[in-house]
Antibody
Framework: QVQLQESGPGLVKPSQTLSLTCTVS??????????WTWIRQPPGKGLEWIGS???????YYNPSLKSRLSTSVDPSKNQFSLSLTSVTAADTAVYYC???????????????WGQGALVVVSS | IQMTQSPSSLSASVGERVTITCRAS??????LNWYQQKPGKAPKLLIF???TLQNGVPSRFSGSGSGTDFTLTISSLQPEDFATYHC?????????FGQGTKLGIK
């Protein structure tokens, strides 16, 4: 069974950088069959796709976050990571990492999710 | 693409048949997934490609639709089905979710 686990600080000060890592077990981040995604959920609200990163290093980002966002893959540690700069209270959310799997030439779904990491932006 | 679910919340009884609707602001073919989320837990994939049941998901769950209008149906509610349900489109970037439908016990 594939497992994902988020890790990182639970409290970040406004204007600073939010950094999270997702460790993958029983699968390889260096895979052409699927790719890696970050999704967040503000308290009491819906889900928001943040961005995705492929084993090759290619990335797709939500335009609403693109100017502040960076993601990467580290095959040596079987991890992928998220960095969001200049955070505000609006970035307070549970952050999930997930694996994205294709079911045809374009469609995909998120099959495996981490348990989620609550990140609070506050001074 | 904006995804709109209806209703935002509903109450139902064990054994009832329940339908949740998801509408896309533009056509997405069948690139629509459904997830179930329980409090404090990550979402769980139920259905992908609008109507394909994920392995291990009970057959009382079903999905239908194409284009802009989609439905998730639970044929006979079980106690463990009370949760929040999210739709998600994977047709085009940025990928988007509906606002969620909270299914509670009547």
């Amino acid at each position: 069974q594939v497992q994902l686990q988020e890790s990182g600080p639970g409290l970040v000060k406004p204007s600073q950088t939010l950094s999270l890592t997702c460790t993958v077990s029983n699968d390889s981040v260096f895979s052409a069959d699927h790719y890696w995604t970050w999704i967040r959920q503000p308290p009491g609200k819906g889900l928001e796709w943040i961005g995705s990163v492929f084993y090759s290093g290619s990335t797709y980002y939500n335009p609403s976050l693109k100017s502040r966002l960076s993601t990467s893959v580290d095959p040596s540690k079987n991890q992928f990571s998220l960095s969001l700069t200049s955070v505000t209270a609006a970035d307070t959310a549970v952050y999930y990492c997930a694996s994205a799997h294709y079911y045809d030439s374009s469609g995909h779904y998120y099959a495996y999710w981490g348990q989620g990491a609550l990140v609070v932006v506050s001074s | 693409i904006q995804m709109t679910q209806s209703p935002s919340s509903l109450s139902a009884s064990v054994g009832e048949r329940v339908t949740i609707t998801c509408r896309a602001s533009q056509t997405i073919s069948t690139s629509l997934n459904w997830y179930q989320q329980k409090p404090g837990k990550a979402p769980k994939l139920l259905i992908f490609a609008a109507s394909t049941l994920q392995n291990g998901v009970p057959s009382r769950f079903s999905g239908s639709g194409s284009g802009t209008d989609f439905t998730l149906t639970i044929s006979s509610l079980q106690p463990e089905d009370f949760a929040t349900y999210h739709c998600q489109q994977s047709n085009s970037l940025p990928y988007t979710f509906g606002q969620g439908t909270k299914l509670g016990i009547k």
